[in-house]
């Protein structure tokens, strides 16, 4: 796994690139502007949960996603592909919007549901296998670091992708005397769609790994890393974490449109400014999970980000301050790569990290499913227009969400590795 520093310098470089573009184009296309589409069709709230969690049922799908390395070619030509895939679908997002296309709005609102599957179950597959193409190219030691910086530029670019999609649904919302929102949105969508697109460029300058590491097609090599306990404790703390965030999820995306009555402007806004923490502090977070290991930085993170929901409740202030908490989200998204495949060395990367995101995020999707019915126990759609209706959702919400810190608590000591 020992490579040279002019490879390893070829491999960042790369990755780097290929994040800053492709975060961009993820920051114009997000869930919060598709949520906000929906609704300017007339979604309701069942609408808003099948946008968050459909992607995620389809996404168990990525579990198939390592067979692809011997179909495609290579880590390179694989990635490449699924990213290209996932452009074309989320080109498709936009034609929702065309007037006189769909005989009702229903069908226009299913139309966004299945692009913004397709463009996610391509795009999960192609991540699992560039994070296992870079896996095969960076040794364990130097993990932290290099994912640390990649993160930064993920957020750079998200928050760049974030701004400017805010500031383009101020400008057609308030700056005409008409309401031009059903303009934007789709305009966003297409503009997303070319960054991804341009964000496979940058995958030329990484070097193929030099050893055939690519994973035999077989459910025992899946399963294997996870007999052991350590493992399981951390698949353990996924689910819990998964299922925590979809069953309080739906109302996340209704509280800022209905109860506070904000333009698309400030949620995008708040997101691009959690994108800017999460950005400056992810190179110091890689640093510090190769001093100290990852189990102890994802406890932190954990337990700082569960309390934005508790902070929700203090109206748009408090919906500020809980998005600026979530900068701490860069100590697990950092950390959450390296630990999946922690102690699997000299072997492809691929097949745990399927498994791992293909079973969280059904996980997620289902609970996200059911946090419609979690949705309506609390807060009846009669007063979802007051904040205040909300406090009792966003009180067990937090609960929720610090509850799962307890598998990472009880994790067996991390033992570090040297290869």
Same mark, same amino acid.
Request: net charge positive; hydrophobic share 50%; aromatic share 14%.
């Given at each position: 796994?020992?490579?040279s520093?002019?490879?390893?310098?070829?491999?960042?470089?790369?990755?780097?690139?290929?994040?800053?573009?492709?975060?961009?184009?993820?920051g114009?296309?997000?869930?919060?502007?598709?949520?906000?589409?929906?609704?300017?069709?007339?979604?309701?709230?069942?609408?808003?949960?099948?946008i968050?969690?459909?992607?995620?049922?389809?996404?168990?799908?990525?579990?198939?996603?390592?067979?692809l390395?011997?179909?495609?070619?290579?880590?390179?030509?694989?990635?490449?592909?699924?990213?290209?895939?996932?452009?074309?679908?989320?080109?498709?997002?936009?034609?929702?919007?065309?007037?006189?296309?769909?005989?009702?709005?229903t069908?226009?609102?299913?139309?966004?549901?299945?692009?913004?599957?397709m463009?996610?179950?391509?795009?999960?597959?192609?991540?699992?296998?560039?994070?296992?193409?870079?896996?095969? /190219?960076?040794?364990?030691?130097?993990?932290?670091?290099?994912?640390?910086l990649r993160?930064?530029?993920?957020?750079?670019g998200?928050?760049?992708?974030?701004?400017?999609?805010?500031?383009?649904?101020?400008?057609?919302?308030?700056?005409?005397?008409i309401?031009l929102?059903?303009?934007?949105?789709?305009?966003l969508?297409?503009?997303?769609?070319?960054?991804?697109?341009?964000?496979v460029?940058?995958?030329?300058?990484?070097?193929?790994?030099?050893?055939?590491?690519?994973?035999?097609?077989?459910?025992?090599?899946?399963?294997?890393?996870?007999?052991?306990?350590?493992?399981?404790?951390?698949?353990l703390y996924?689910?819990?974490?998964?299922?925590?965030?979809g069953?309080?999820?739906?109302?996340?995306?209704?509280?800022?449109?209905?109860?506070?009555? /904000?333009?698309l402007?400030?949620?995008?806004?708040?997101?691009?400014?959690?994108? /800017?923490?999460?950005?400056?502090?992810?190179?110091?977070?890689?640093v510090?999970?190769?001093?100290?290991?990852?189990?102890?930085?994802?406890?932190?993170?954990?337990?700082?980000?569960?309390?934005?929901?508790?902070?929700?409740?203090?109206g748009t202030?408090?919906?500020?301050?809980?998005?600026?908490?979530?900068?701490?989200?860069?100590?697990?998204n950092v950390?959450?790569?390296?630990?999946?495949v922690?102690?699997?060395?000299?072997r492809?990367?691929?097949?745990?990290?399927?498994?791992?995101?293909?079973?969280?995020?059904?996980?997620?999707?289902?609970?996200? /499913?059911?946090?419609?019915?979690?949705?309506?126990?609390?807060?009846?759609?009669?007063?979802?227009?007051?904040?205040?209706?909300?406090?009792?959702?966003?009180?067990?919400?937090?609960?929720?969400?610090l509850s799962?810190?307890?598998p990472?608590?009880?994790?067996?000591?991390?033992?570090?590795?040297?290869?």
């Amino acid at each position: 796994m020992n490579r040279s520093s002019a490879e390893l310098e070829r491999t960042s470089r790369g990755a780097n690139e290929n994040a800053g573009m492709w975060a961009l184009g993820n920051g114009l296309v997000s869930t919060t502007l598709v949520s906000y589409f929906a609704q300017s069709l007339g979604a309701q709230s069942a609408a808003i949960s099948w946008i968050i969690a459909a992607p995620k049922l389809v996404g168990v799908l990525r579990w198939f996603a390592p067979g692809l390395l011997k179909l495609g070619g290579g880590y390179r030509t694989t990635s490449t592909w699924a990213f290209l895939l996932s452009t074309v679908f989320l080109l498709l997002l936009p034609l929702s919007s065309i007037p006189n296309i769909w005989p009702s709005t229903t069908l226009a609102i299913v139309a966004i549901v299945i692009c913004w599957c397709m463009y996610h179950l391509a795009e999960y597959c192609g991540y699992v296998v560039f994070v296992a193409w870079l896996m095969q /190219l960076v040794s364990p030691e130097i993990r932290g670091r290099f994912f640390g910086l990649r993160e930064r530029w993920l957020t750079a670019g998200n928050l760049i992708g974030f701004l400017f999609a805010g500031l383009l649904g101020a400008v057609l919302r308030n700056g005409f005397e008409i309401d031009l929102r059903w303009i934007a949105y789709p305009l966003l969508a297409i503009y997303g769609a070319f960054a991804i697109g341009f964000s496979v460029l940058p995958l030329r300058r990484i070097p193929e790994p030099e050893s055939n590491t690519s994973p035999k097609n077989s459910f025992l090599e899946d399963w294997q890393h996870w007999s052991n306990p350590r493992a399981r404790w951390f698949l353990l703390y996924g689910t819990w974490f998964s299922a925590a965030n979809g069953l309080f999820s739906t109302l996340l995306y209704v509280y800022p449109y209905r109860a506070l009555d /904000l333009s698309l402007f400030l949620p995008l806004t708040m997101a691009a400014s959690m994108r /800017l923490g999460q950005s400056l502090i992810s190179r110091p977070v890689g640093v510090t999970i190769d001093r100290i290991g990852w189990r102890s930085v994802m406890i932190c993170g954990q337990v700082l980000i569960a309390f934005g929901p508790l902070l929700f409740s203090f109206g748009t202030m408090g919906y500020i301050a809980g998005n600026l908490i979530w900068i701490a989200y860069a100590l697990i998204n950092v950390a959450l790569p390296i630990a999946v495949v922690d102690g699997r060395h000299d072997r492809s990367a691929a097949p745990p990290l399927a498994l791992y995101f293909a079973w969280t995020g059904l996980v997620y999707g289902l609970t996200a /499913l059911a946090g419609q019915s979690v949705a309506d126990f609390f807060v009846d759609t009669q007063y979802r227009n007051d904040p205040s209706a909300y406090n009792a959702y966003f009180l067990v919400a937090t609960l929720a969400r610090l509850s799962a810190v307890l598998p990472l608590v009880l994790l067996p000591a991390e033992r570090k590795s040297h290869t």
